[in-house]
């Protein structure tokens, strides 16, 4: 069982989209709600989420696609389409600024991918989701806690100021990291999903006060592709702010801590008092769509290896498909990084 708390709100699970297009063909969808039931019962409690409202999330995201998230599917079915909302089309970024109306256009404006299709419950269980950051990051600065876990599913890390992609419509960690800034906070995000997050790090991009710093497939082989070369560095003043450690497949333990160790140096540069921990359990051996080695006691020590940075820590859920296995994953690494309030 898990000591550390957390958060999470029962109405995360409204979200249950049936399908998805993977390697050229519908499948089941990998983020299935049985995720968040699986890893809310390795803890013997969570806290349900406090609402903070809409504000903290449209200090992130724009306004017009959060309206876009809220309608999206009402307009769908209003259209004549049966099953979820999702598009079919994606225009190249020399696109014509137009305001289209159509619900096809939409879906293509604010989305990147065919990952990520709009459901009955998506705006509920997003909004929720972003609610349970926001949520622990309070019990954080409150004081209550140094290590707080936030259960957030839908995911958030690919979602970036004006689009979904990936399974994520709402960016949980960015809308927790900026809170925590407006309220003083010197943050720094610290991604190890198997994935780039390609939101997160485009929300802080010319930022210098938030350091955004990944681990992850590398997007020559893997998605997003398109982001998470480890040229990337960020624009502007917040260039040297973006850290990209892209990690070829197969990628175990001993080459992870490697990549992990580097990372924690410039966490430490920046003079970090609070860590965002984007948690992504799909680094394990049997996660059905991705290609790291990482086994269950590995999170332990990644874990551990964090936790040397002696830093208050939000650790925010990302992605990890091997249902079965994700409680005791999620177990591992808070073992690791709360050894203490792992024993109480
Ligand atoms: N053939 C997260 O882990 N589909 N999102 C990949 C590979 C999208 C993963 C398809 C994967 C998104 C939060
Ligand atoms: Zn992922």
């Not at 049966?82 to 989305?111: E, F, V």
Request: net charge negative; with cysteine; charged share 20%.
């Amino acid at each position: 069982m898990i000591n550390v708390p957390g958060y999470f709100d029962r109405r995360q699970l409204a979200h249950e989209p049936v399908q998805e297009l993977h390697n050229g063909g519908w499948t089941p969808y990998a983020e299935k709600s049985s995720r968040a039931e699986i890893i809310a019962a390795s803890f013997p409690k969570l806290h349900p989420a406090a609402d903070f409202g809409m504000q903290p999330i449209l200090n992130v995201h724009d306004g017009g696609y959060v309206e876009f998230l809220r309608s999206a599917y009402a307009e769908w079915r209003a259209s004549g389409r049966d099953g979820d909302a999702i598009g079919y089309t994606w225009p190249i970024t020399r696109r014509r600024p137009l305001d289209l109306d159509r619900i096809d256009a939409k879906l293509g404006l604010y989305s990147y991918d065919a990952a990520t299709p709009i459901a009955e419950g998506t705006w509920e269980a997003s909004y929720w989701a972003a609610q349970s950051a926001l949520s622990a990051l309070s019990a954080i600065l409150d004081g209550e806690t140094r290590t707080c876990f936030a259960l957030c599913r839908p995911p958030g890390h690919h979602s970036g100021r004006d689009y979904c992609g990936g399974y994520c419509y709402l960016n949980n960690a960015a809308i927790a990291a900026e809170q925590a800034r407006r309220l003083g906070r010197r943050v720094a995000i610290l991604d190890i999903d198997y994935h780039h997050g390609n939101g997160t790090q485009d929300i802080f991009y010319g930022d210098a006060e938030v350091l955004f710093v990944s681990i992850h497939a590398d997007p020559v082989t893997d998605y997003p592709f398109f982001w998470g070369h480890a040229d990337e560095r960020g624009e502007g003043s917040g260039l040297g702010k973006t850290l990209n450690l892209p990690r070829p497949r197969g990628t175990a333990l001993d080459g992870y801590v490697a990549a992990l160790s580097e990372a924690l140096d410039a966490i430490q540069a920046h003079e970090t008092d609070l860590l965002v921990l984007s948690f992504g359990a799909d680094t394990f051996e049997e996660d059905p769509i991705s290609h790291f080695r990482l086994r269950q006691d590995d999170y332990r020590v990644i874990g551990g290896r964090i936790a040397t940075l002696d830093l208050p820590v939000l650790v925010v859920m990302e992605g990890g498909y091997a249902v079965d296995a994700l409680g005791h994953n999620v177990e591992a690494l808070l073992s690791g990084l709360d050894p203490q309030l792992h024993a109480a």
